[in-house]
């Protein structure tokens, strides 16, 4: 049979021609025969061909040098979805591979953000389902977003925004942590140009006219680098200017609020070499002949970043004191830095297994994780904390090197060392010094915990944790923790009412048949939900004594136990949607009193979250069907907990006298924080008030007090 490679996608066959030894080119072409018979008559939105989309993703992950399967499984990965052919039609054709790699594609080819968390986690949770069983998955995945991101201006301008924050959000980040920083630079540089075009365009302008002065700048370093290197006796090497892309450039200026000429002043060359010995061999030629910044030298080959990054990053001054940021890289390291877990099937022959773990342990770690998530908000919450881009380096006291997020506590690295060492840490030692527990780390740093058999988490820990295993574990001992309240308050008011009615106490068989009437877990299950007043204590009473007459099931009056529950549980002067009585929590992140502007948000077993309108929590709790309207009227004698972050400069007695302040305004003072450093106050306060009015008196006279500089309410960060 003729091969239809030449005729049909020429760019594609030249490109695997180069590699026909270690391909099955024969396999390939029957992959683009059957996928262009599938397709025959589909059309794109851009009205080419839809088998035009199959080649380009299959000459994306050519080009990556990927293995005959991969590429084959690239020409077939919408066949299934998009056509009549079954994942049994691929089996039979080109073997349980193939198959199996498509199969995973089809089941997340919908994955798109919907107004439905629930649907749309569901299909984050088969990507990650499918990825552990072929890794390949996500190289095609990968490929497929980036020629759908090539050709977005064909699509509505609604569904090109979606997609293109879906690929900001998920896909680049995605990119990263797998290593492949060529995608990674071009998915962002296309988001950035849908997402903000008009910066963009303007920024494309700018690098295009500097692009010559650029060249000749990188050639005054080049040059006389290349000839000190000669005369230290390296062979080979090859050294490059290195391009930066527009999505970082960008960032960087909105960052640090400056201009792009004062952005672009940074040089970036890169040297290749062969081994590792001549990487240090290079960085002592160029730290010889140019003085470097001290603290911008970094050995990731000694220390490589989770992703399997290898390189020597070091910053100097170069010619005429200009700023050059070099990395120094062996070839192979320049291929994983590159092609990341794609370079582990280049040479598949060879079989490099400790290599492809190196890119999949915290994917390891991330599927554990999201095995424990019982929300669509926190399963996006993981996924998104754990795409996360800095890494910093941190030491045990023994010297062993752990990997964090930039931005880590020690809160973070107890966590990271061992679950039990951060659920009974109290405090922490940061090289040598005792340190807060929200002390941001640097890399090189040595942090030893501290840790006592009486200490436990607080809640306010959620506040200062960047990584999602810590974030994850404290919820997790806060949710049995409450869990273990509502069992105990649970089961005491049901004690209670059965004892009212003159009824048989419930034994285990008993609770465990209403439980499933009331389609709950089981009897326990019945308590908790009982305790958090999830269910009305008459519903609980029905489904245990179902043979009782009617009359007996009438709602008690209130006991003054019942009265005193209810203040617990119940959120007083609350009405949702004109129903009072249902069970509100207010939510800790944004502290709201009574007339503050608030939402409900409708939690799975925790009733009806209240949060302030400007809460920024609400963004990520992204499901509109979910939020409801609050009509919240004041309540006599009850109160809410505020914290309030005060500054001020240092002098005696301003402690005593922001204290007295508040308390002059009939507040209640629940805890204070106030530390000094340098000859400035800044610390926080947490006060009870009755509602907004209430809080601005507080505010305003502790504004009087003398050396007080600002008083305000202090927000938690997004969780």
Not at 453 to 464: M, Q, T
Request: glycine share 6%; charged share 30%; with cysteine.
């Amino acid at each position: 049979m003729t091969a239809i490679l030449p005729e049909l996608a020429p760019d594609l066959s030249a490109v695997l021609d180069k590699h026909a030894d270690r391909l099955d080119l024969d396999l390939i072409d029957r992959a683009l025969r059957f996928s262009a018979s599938a397709h025959r008559g589909q059309k794109r939105m851009s009205g080419e061909d839809f088998v035009s989309h199959s080649i380009a993703v299959a000459l994306i992950l050519a080009e990556q040098l990927l293995d005959s399967a991969t590429i084959s499984a690239a020409l077939l990965h919408d066949v299934v979805e998009d056509s009549d052919v079954r994942t049994e039609d691929i089996a039979r054709e080109f073997g349980a591979e193939i198959a199996g790699i498509v199969d995973g594609l089809t089941k997340i080819s919908s994955l798109t953000f919907r107004s439905s968390a629930e649907e749309q986690v569901e299909n984050y949770r088969k990507l990650l389902l499918s990825i552990a069983k072929d890794a390949r998955v996500i190289i095609i995945k990968l490929g497929d977003r980036l020629h759908n991101m090539r050709t977005l201006e064909h699509l509505p301008p609604e569904r090109r925004h979606r997609i293109a924050m879906e690929t900001r959000e998920i896909y680049a980040p995605l990119a990263h942590r797998f290593g492949m920083a060529g995608i990674k630079a071009e998915l962002e540089d296309l988001a950035f140009k849908f997402l903000e075009p008009d910066d963009y365009r303007d920024l494309v302008s700018q690098v295009a006219s500097k692009r010559a002065a650029r060249e000749q700048t990188i050639l005054k370093l080049r040059t006389p680098l290349e000839h000190e290197l000669k005369r230290a006796g390296i062979e080979w090497f090859e050294v490059t200017g290195r391009p930066k892309h527009l999505w970082s450039i960008f960032q960087k200026m909105r960052k640090r609020n400056k201009s792009f000429d004062e952005i672009y002043d940074l040089m970036a060359i890169r040297v290749t070499v062969r081994s590792v010995p001549e990487c240090y061999h290079v960085l002592g030629v160029i730290h010889h002949n140019w003085t470097p910044i001290q603290e911008r030298i970094k050995d990731y080959i000694a220390s490589p970043k989770s992703n399997a990054y290898q390189s020597l990053h070091t910053t100097i001054f170069g010619p005429g004191g200009q700023l050059f940021e070099v990395q120094i890289r062996t070839q192979e390291m320049h291929r994983t830095a590159e092609f990341g877990i794609a370079a582990h099937w280049l040479y598949k022959r060879d079989g490099k297994p400790d290599e492809l773990d190196q890119h999949l342990g915290w994917f390891r770690q991330l599927l554990e994780l999201q095995q424990d998530t019982h929300s669509p908000e926190e399963f996006l919450e993981f996924l998104k904390v754990d795409l996360y881009q800095d890494e910093i380096f941190i030491f045990t006291p023994q010297g062993d090197v752990k990997r964090l997020p930039k931005g880590s506590t020690p809160i973070d690295f107890a966590f990271h060392v061992h679950t039990e060492v951060g659920l009974r840490c109290q405090g922490a030692k940061i090289n040598g010094r005792i340190a807060p527990l929200h002390r941001e780390l640097k890399s090189g740093d040595t942090v030893e915990i501290l840790t006592s058999a009486s200490a436990k988490p607080s809640r306010d820990w959620l506040s200062h944790v960047r990584t999602a295993r810590a974030r994850h574990k404290i919820k997790q001992w806060i949710n049995h923790e409450e869990e273990k309240v509502s069992i105990t308050l649970g089961k005491e008011i049901l004690a209670r009412e059965v004892r009212r009615r003159r009824l048989d106490a419930p034994d285990d068989t008993r609770l465990a048949r209403a439980a499933q009437a009331l389609s709950l877990a089981d009897g326990q299950g019945l308590e908790i939900a009982v305790g958090r007043g999830d269910v009305a204590i008459g519903q609980v009473i029905r489904a245990l004594y179902p043979d009782l007459p009617n009359d007996e099931l009438q709602e008690p009056k209130p006991t003054v136990f019942g009265r005193v529950i209810d203040r617990i549980r119940l959120g007083r002067g609350i009405k949702i949607q004109g129903v009072d009585g249902l069970m509100v929590r207010y939510a800790q992140c944004c502290q709201p009193v009574p007339g503050d502007s608030v939402v409900g948000y409708v939690t799975q077993g925790r009733g009806i979250s209240i949060h302030r309108s400007d809460c920024p929590n609400l963004l990520t709790l992204s499901a509109e069907e979910r939020r409801v309207e609050i009509d919240w009227q004041e309540s006599q004698g009850e109160s809410f907990s505020v914290r309030l972050a005060v500054t001020g400069e240092d002098r005696r007695g301003l402690y005593a006298d922001m204290m007295e302040a508040i308390s002059q305004t009939g507040t209640n003072i629940r805890a204070a924080d106030i530390r000094t450093r340098d000859g400035t106050v800044f610390g926080t306060v947490f006060v009870e008030v009755d509602n907004l009015p209430h809080l601005a008196k507080v505010l305003k006279a502790v504004r009087r007090v003398k050396g007080v500089s600002e008083i305000e309410r202090r927000e938690a960060p997004p969780t």
